[in-house]
């Protein structure tokens, strides 16, 4: 299998310059800065790095543009009329299809792609069209159109990474910065690297009364064993218990992952009733500077709820309706986990609602006892 991402491009070496349009980018597309923006944190929805310039481009990778092509669309149009310079987005599938979008103003300059019509069964071209004038900008000086093409030309067996990396003279970027996404930094931050965090203006605001929150947590425990090399899973369950709105996210973090006893291979949501069998697979995203792995559920509804199960039963006809009441409330999200390393951790698991964040979380722990094949 091969390698899927997404990152922008920008012809600028002005990172501050650069921070500032994305955030004006980002405001466009109706996100907000984090008032949290300068720590780590378990409920930011989005995070943008910037990386060190080199050789007038500078890399640029977004936590929402990997799985949704048209938020790199969007970010690239916002980006370079922000910043009034030209801006590259580059977008990789399974390292068989290679799209490069040039962006200007806030409009479209151009696309390329290696292999249009990859998802539909359409054939590889054996050659792909290049419009050099609408790259001259962007290009060393003195390519050609034929050198242009040549570096973007299939030959087998072919990577989508090979035609980058034949680009990187080319157009000057790195090569290695380019054939990367989000999803590949690792953890810790580069000193060099300006880290920005948003959140989504509207999923900040909660219904009329009581902003949203979540309590009564519990889950599998106290602790669970497992062996190197093995995946496992586990349960974390909350409630809600005040406001009704929308928006939260689902984070596992602790010191099992920050010594990387376990990666965190799925997190999936389900809600309500747990007979019901329906359940949200979240899209991953590991904090760069923490370690801390996140699925975000933009919109998934929070109902309002209540403070325990007293007060379920309390108002209820009935045992089995004061049952129901409870179990509208709770959220169950299924953790698994890859285990790497032997030792005994603690892992965490937090729900937190995006419209209340420092004052709506929760959290869940249990103990990893992780031992070495015998």
Known sequence: MGASFANLQLASENVAAIADAIRLAMSELGFEESPNAGVATIAIPREVVIRAPSHGWTPVYDQGIEHDPAELDALGRAVSRALNRPAVTILVDDSDALELALYGNGQALDLI????????????????????????????????????????????????????????????????????????????????????????????????????????AGGDGPSVEATVGRAFSFVAIAHSKAGESHGLSVAVFGPAIERGLVDVARIRLAIGNPMAGRGLDGVLSRDVASGVVTAVFESTPIPPGMEGPAAAFATATDGDAGLEAWLATRFEAGIELVARAAGTERVDVGFVPLANVDEGQTSWSLSLRISNPR
């Open 113 to 216: 792609q290696t292999w249009p019509g990859h998802l539909e069964g359409a054939d590889r071209p054996t050659t792909v069209p290049v419009r050099l004038s609408r790259w001259r900008d962007v290009l060393r000086p003195g390519v050609t159109a034929e050198q242009f093409a040549d570096a973007l030309r299939p030959v087998s067996p072919w990577r989508a990474e090979q035609s980058i990396e034949h680009l990187g003279p080319i157009l000057g970027w790195d090569p290695d910065a380019a054939s990367m996404g989000y999803r590949s930094l690792g953890p810790g931050v580069d000193a060099r690297d300006t880290v920005l965090r948003f959140r989504r203006r509207d999923l900040e605001r909660s219904g009329p009364g009581r902003p949203p929150a979540f309590g009564n």
